[in-house]
């Protein structure tokens, strides 16, 4: 693997008619790192996502996977390079089980003569080993995913893009409705992925949670980015002040 | 990093809730054996001796048939009213078929099928294209197919709503045996009620498409994310559904050898009755193919059973309205603490 950028965004612009969402953003995140995007409502955050996720495509400026310019025509191109997207709504069914949201549409099958039938007991087996790895003990993945708390709900759907091949995960916002234990959990979580060297661009508004694991920290404004930071170079207040946009950069 | 506490443990009254939740048939077990009970100090001994227990299953089979069907629609997150009317329409396909074109058996059935099969897609296409409720898509099928089995029974007997001579058309057909009589005592229509009830529960349970049906029902934006192809795995049960009246048309219409316009009635509502009773919400994305086959089974003895006791049998309406009521405050309670519990 190459220690550049796994992904990159250049100059991207986004126009939805006469709206401008992004004016200028450049961003990057290399293997290993977890690097912090940090908006204020209204900044462009859900923009800037959709376009790393394949939904939306740049007006102007473009996208980089391991260097090479790169088109994502919708989120299945951006999944085929392995960009994955972690939405807020997580994709998962509250009444289904954890291990059967987790093969949700990728689901492992075993024949029995002409009989294609599910196998469950991989699907447990792996549910369970992979939230272990996440630092959650899972007794039971036959539990339906409403019952479990929203830190766990997070970590196994950043679990389930890791097994299936992510190489840079998108958070979105995955603290934002969650309480202390719950946000320690995912933080957690989001350090294991790290260790295993992928990338993963962490967005968020709470500059504590992004200071409490970020690697590197990059501020958006009105649809611009400013400048990169490393975290030995900002504060808490430094971030705080940038986000408002009561100084500048 | 660090710091992260083990996630807290379960209390054991929720451990024990939860198992409750992944058997949605529970409550219907638990609905048969009161209703089994009840029957046992009510009604005459004879409602439990091999001939008794054969009168309730024959409602209960028929019923069933049209229930698994209901059931997995329903769990996709849909629903066909017109059911009821299709037994009379896929009836009269059926029977004219046989005695105003004199056709083989095996040609009826195929054309019985092939007719359900497009009035089901005509729903799915209907429901899926426009986006509109189920509901009030499939209860104007209700009132055009039921119209139509009386216009059409009119032009092939000459005016009247009952088309006779069909058992007449079909002597000597060597298909007849799997549609009518009995297996070593047992009626026909009971072992196609559970080969239906056992088909649609592994498939549910223990398929890919089931996790796409559950998928479907519990959230057909994030299915679809997934990857789950929604609108097929709709469009297919509506066609399942269709084809489930029909062999019920064929069944019952070989057994008593004659077709109506009455055929059927009503038996949508009675269908979707046994699947909530089973567990399956009416929202979709949670219920159990084994809920509906028991939800079925409570059906045929209460309508049966009553005939045994000297209750007055008009109360079973009452009775199943009751059930009914009960079924959905139980399968709502389940469904809020399942969803929403806790964030």
Not at chain 2, 64 to 78: K, P, R, T
Request: proline share 4%; net charge neutral.
């Amino acid at each position: 693997m190459s220690s550049g950028p796994l992904i990159s965004a250049r100059d991207v612009a986004k126009r939805f008619g006469s709206v401008i969402a992004l004016s200028g953003v450049s961003f990057d995140v290399g293997p290993g790192e977890v690097h912090c995007l940090l908006g204020d409502n209204g900044a462009g955050k859900s923009t800037l996502i959709k376009i790393l996720s394949g939904v939306h495509q740049p007006s102007e400026g473009g996208l980089f996977v391991d260097g090479e310019p790169a088109l994502f025509r919708d989120p299945r191109d951006a999944l085929d390079r392995g960009i994955a997207t972690v939405f807020q709504d997580l994709a998962m069914i509250p009444l289904m089980s954890v291990a059967r949201n987790f093969f949700l549409g990728r689901e492992p099958i075993k024949r029995l003569g002409p009989i294609r039938m599910l196998d469950g007991d991989r699907a447990a087996d792996v549910t369970r080993d992979e939230m272990k790895r996440m630092g959650i003990t899972l007794r039971d993945p036959g539990r339906p995913v409403g019952t479990l708390s929203g830190g766990e709900r997070q970590c196994v759907a950043i679990a389930r893009a890791v097994y299936f091949g992510a190489r840079v995960l998108i958070l979105d916002e995955p603290t934002s409705a969650l309480g202390v234990t719950q946000t320690a959990m995912v933080l957690k979580c989001i350090d294991e992925v790290r260790s295993r060297g992928l990338g993963v661009v962490f967005i968020t508004h709470n500059v504590r949670h992004a200071l409490q694991v970020g690697d590197r920290f990059t501020v958006l404004n009105r649809g611009r980015t400013l400048d990169s930071r490393a975290k030995s170079e900002v504060t808490a207040d430094e971030l705080q002040a940038l986000m408002s946009g009561s100084v500048s950069a | 990093m660090g710091g992260a506490e083990e996630p807290e443990a379960q209390p054991p009254p929720a451990q024990r809730f939860l198992e409750l939740v992944k058997r949605p048939e529970l409550g219907a077990v638990g609905g048969l054996l009161v209703v089994t009970l009840f029957f046992l100090f009510t009604a005459d001994p004879a409602m439990f001796t091999a001939a008794g227990l054969m009168n309730v299953m024959s409602p209960a089979a028929q019923l069933g048939i049209l229930a698994v069907g209901a059931a997995l629609l329903m769990i996709s997150g849909e629903f066909d009213l017109s059911i009821g009317s299709m037994v009379a329409f896929a009836g009269f396909v059926f029977g004219a078929i046989l005695v105003v074109w004199q056709a083989p058996l095996a040609v009826a059935i195929l054309l019985t099928f092939a007719f359900a099969i497009s009035i089901g897609a005509l729903n799915a296409q209907i429901v899926l294209k426009t986006g509109l409720p189920s509901f009030i898509v499939t209860l104007a099928l209700l009132f055009m197919l039921r119209g139509l089995s009386l216009v059409g029974l009119k032009w092939a007997t000459g005016g009247s709503t009952q088309l006779r001579g069909i058992r007449e058309s079909v002597t000597g057909s060597s298909l007849l045996p799997l549609f009518t009589g009995d297996v070593s005592g047992i009626p026909i229509e009971l072992l196609w009620f559970a080969a239906v009830a056992a088909i649609g529960a592994f498939v549910l349970a223990r398929t890919r498409f089931g996790n796409w049906i559950l998928a479907s029902g519990g959230d057909a934006e994030a299915a679809r994310n997934s990857g789950v192809p929604v609108a097929d795995v709709k469009a297919i049960l509506f066609i399942v559904t269709a084809c489930c009246a029909a062999l019920v048309a064929i069944l019952t219409v070989l057994d008593s050898g004659s077709t109506d316009a009455r055929r059927g009635f009503q038996k949508e509502f009675e269908a979707i009755i046994a699947a909530v009773i089973g567990g399956c919400l009416l929202t979709g994305g949670f219920g159990s193919v084994v809920g509906a086959f028991f939800g079925a089974i409570i059906f045929g003895m209460v309508v049966i059973g009553l005939t045994y006791t000297r209750i007055d049998q008009d109360w079973y309406q009452v009775f199943l309205g009751a059930m009914l009521l009960m079924a959905v405050l139980f399968n709502n309670y389940v469904r809020k603490r399942v969803a929403g519990e806790r964030s």
